[in-house]
């Protein structure tokens, strides 16, 4: 389920419960700031602010309605961007506009980053939006305003994202499980967005195991067991772990190609590991890969990985 938690967003959600609870909600709104500050989260918030089944107390987030919503599973809130806008997309969702709404008597279409959308794209819904529609509700977001024809903006009501205080995008940092002090660090360095902090921190987090990895498979091939298990133990997140062994899997196996010289520790494997070790080991990766499934304990996670590797090298 998706966690709908809105951080600073107090005076655009109290705007739009105002116009909804006063039946004035439009039928298209258009919300825009910096990319990484809501505004996806916040088209949600809407869809279920104008779905919930709750009238005044909407959004309730726990009637039908909105638990569908909230798990990505309602018929009628519809999605235009998919991976990527395609006329054809569009075209679908026009059609669909014609129709009634399967489930009530609402139908909410969220155009994500529609400063992506070409001119093309959005020529074709202009028809759409034209007129209010009694079934039909226009959600868009948008960085790039610019980027967005006059005669959209026009027929849409724009709701600024104002910018987060400081408090908040901390608060907002930590419910996404950055350490407190880390996020007044990043803000201090990057503004309060944080999406973008988190956008970067994820990154810096990739790297980090890809470079465990590399370490990983250098011991590997030196057949050193103890700084293996070190390197392993110096995480403790599921996620991670199974990140290190899927960057593990890569470098094995490409020192299982024959006609490949590799460098650094895919070289070192090829000199130092048989081919049937290296076959035995990237089949134990495999395995281990395969216990993504599984609900283990990171730390006994991260010994049993160690051990498991050495199991066939031995
Ligand atoms: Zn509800």
Not at 33 to 61: F, S, T, Y
Request: aromatic share 8%.
């Amino acid at each position: 389920m998706m966690d709908l938690t809105l951080f600073g967003k107090q005076s655009e959600t109290s705007r739009l419960k105002a116009l909804h609870n006063d039946g004035r909600m439009p039928h298209a709104l258009m919300l825009t700031g910096e990319r990484g500050i809501g505004k996806k989260m916040l088209a949600r918030w809407c869809a279920l602010l104008m779905m919930c089944e709750n009238g005044a107390e909407a959004p309730c987030m726990h009637c039908r309605t909105c638990n569908n919503i909230k798990n990505d599973d309602h018929p009628d809130v519809i999605f235009a961007k998919g991976e990527k806008y395609s006329a054809d997309r569009i075209r679908e969702i026009v059609q669909q506009t014609a129709l009634f709404p399967n489930d009530g008597d609402l139908r909410v279409i969220i155009f994500e980053d529609c400063d992506e959308m070409t001119e093309i794209h959005q020529n074709l819904l202009l028809k759409a939006i034209e007129e209010p529609s009694k079934y039909n509700r226009y959600i868009f977001t948008c960085e790039n305003t610019d980027a967005v024809l006059p005669t959209i903006k026009s027929r849409v009501v724009t709701i600024p994202l104002s910018e987060m205080s400081n408090p908040d995008c901390v608060s907002c940092l930590v419910a996404k499980g950055v350490p407190e002090q880390e996020a007044t660090k990043y803000i201090f360095r990057l503004g309060k967005n944080p999406g973008k902090i988190l956008e970067i921190i994820k990154d810096k987090k990739k790297i980090a195991l890809q470079e465990s990895a590399e370490k990983i498979a250098q011991y590997i091939a030196d057949e050193n067991e103890y700084d293996t298990a070190r390197e392993f133990s110096g995480y403790t997140d599921r996620e991670e772990l199974f990140g290190i062994i899927s960057a593990l899997y890569d470098i094995v196996s490409r020192a299982l190609l024959p006609d490949y010289e590799g460098e650094g520790a895919v070289k070192r494997l090829k000199e130092n590991l048989s081919l049937k070790k290296l076959y035995a080991v990237t089949r134990r990766i495999e395995e281990l890969n395969s216990c993504s499934d599984y609900n283990v304990n990171a730390k006994v996670f991260a010994a049993y990985c160690a051990s498991q590797l050495f199991d066939v090298i031995a």
